[in-house]
């Protein structure tokens, strides 16, 4: 139950980056923002190592191929730049969770045939649940994938614990 301690790192890839620091035991929102992220930047990882943050366990939204090609490749990207400098910041023992974006939005009981402004709309509201404060929708996907990443490794924890 140690990697249920501490915190989890949540971030979805994007031209605005969603980020947000859980705490996994209380799924506390410690923080959450959006940074304008580019291909040839800085990582979002790379902010966090800088600001003193000590995540366990890094949750980042899979990637799926939309309308167009040449974002999906520049996801792709940006996606596979904060996994290598997760490992480079923060080594190769701790665990990188990816998350499907209709497993989060599942959990939320969004409907699958949603459209993308309901589906941010959803978001928003039950994001500002957790962080009334918040004013950046990018946030409010990454807390919600991020909430869902941490109540689902308890739940798996749990189950594995349960068999012993």
């Not at 249920?4 to 947000?20: E, F, M, Q, S």
């Not at 979002?44 to 191929?65: D, F, N, T």
């Not at 996907?141 to 798996?156: F, P, Q, V, W």
Request: hydrophobic share 40%; with cysteine; aromatic share 6%.
């Amino acid at each position: 139950m140690k990697e249920l301690n501490g915190n989890l790192l949540a971030i979805d890839p994007g031209k605005r980056t969603g980020v947000a620091l859980i705490d996994i035991q209380s799924e506390k929102v410690l923080i959450a923002g959006s940074v304008k992220r580019n291909v040839s930047g800085s990582s979002c990882i790379q902010g966090a190592y800088y600001l003193g943050w000590k995540p366990g366990l890094l949750a980042i939204e899979q990637q799926y191929l939309g309308k167009n090609p040449q974002t999906f490749r520049k996801l792709i990207q940006l996606a596979e730049s904060e996994k290598s400098d997760w490992l480079i910041y923060y080594g190769g023992e701790n665990t990188i969770i990816e998350v499907h974006p209709k497993s989060w939005q599942a959990a939320l009981k969004i409907p699958v045939r949603a459209t993308r402004k309901h589906v941010k709309e959803i978001s928003l509201k039950m994001a500002l649940l957790e962080k009334p404060d918040l004013v950046d929708q990018d946030a409010a996907d990454t807390i919600n994938m991020g909430l869902y990443a941490a109540r689902h490794l308890k739940e798996s924890m749990l189950k594995q614990l349960e068999k012993r």
